[in-house]
């Protein structure tokens, strides 16, 4: 069985997908899934599920969707349930493998891929962080946003994919690969305008690509997102980068023994 919560959610069985019920069932079992292992308090459920004070009849709701998850939870084949649904006060807690669970073998890629950088090994780091991107089928339980879910947790598991790609494009620029790595840049860029980091990733790929006039372009289009958005300049890295580009300074340039 697997548990995948990297786009719409998701549960795999031997036999195919799982029927995982209506929306506030899924909302439970996705709730639970991100907080895999640990015990959620069943008054977090409530304000997960529930915009403003819950009506009357939701513990009996969240109670009902814990029932029908432990019943499909039983009902996969094997001597022991994959996963198991537990009430243990204040609220419940899923028990599983995380090695079944897609966000935590994302984090676990990661941490290879950190790992690896850290030791040096530039192209096997770039490796493991490309193998924890590609589990992603999209935002966190896409399925759920939709419906108007807006978690805490979410936004914390964006922001993990988000320094993901942010330590795969240092890799892969100071690997040379500038030129693959532009396309992914701008498509994030455009979704994530005032993330400095990628910022000045994109500027040092379309620079080191022959393209400074756009490297520029970006660098002015952010700085009007930050001034009007937030009322403040671009940090001292992007300043400072933008200067060296327009001196064609010969620290930003592709490193020595680098290949594109």
Not at 77 to 103: F, I, K, N
Not at 112 to 122: D, F, K, N
Request: charged residues 25%; neutral net charge.
């Amino acid at each position: 069985m697997k548990f995948l919560v990297l786009g719409s959610l998701d549960v795999h069985c031997d036999g195919g997908p799982a029927d995982l019920g209506g929306v506030k069932q899924r909302a439970v079992l996705g709730y639970l899934v991100v907080n895999a292992n640990h015990v959620v308090p069943t008054s977090r459920i409530l304000r997960a599920l529930w915009d403003g004070p819950p009506p009357s009849t939701a513990r009996k709701m969240v109670q009902n969707a814990v029932s029908s998850i432990r019943r499909m939870l039983a009902a996969q084949p094997g001597h022991e349930p994959p996963a198991s649904l537990v009430t243990s006060a204040p609220g419940y807690q899923l028990r599983v493998d995380p090695e079944a669970v897609d966000l935590f073998e994302f984090r676990r890629r990661v941490q290879q891929g950190r790992a690896a950088l850290a030791a040096g090994s530039t192209a096997a780091g770039a490796r493991a962080l490309r193998e924890a991107l590609a589990l992603w089928r999209g935002r966190a339980l896409a399925d759920l946003v939709e419906t108007g879910t807006d978690w805490s947790e979410l936004a914390a598991i964006e922001d993990e994919r988000l320094t993901a790609y942010e330590d795969f494009f240092d890799a892969q620029l100071s690997r040379g690969r500038h030129r693959e790595i532009t396309p992914q840049l701008e498509v994030l860029m455009a979704s994530e305008p005032m993330r400095e980091r990628l910022c000045r990733q994109f500027m040092l790929a379309l620079y080191r690509s022959g393209r400074q006039a756009e490297a520029l372009d970006v660098y002015r289009r952010t700085r009007t997102a930050f001034v009007e958005g937030l009322g403040i300049e671009p940090g001292r890295g992007l300043q400072e980068l933008q200067h060296m580009i327009l001196k064609h300074d010969l620290a930003i340039q592709v490193p020595v023994g680098a290949s594109s």
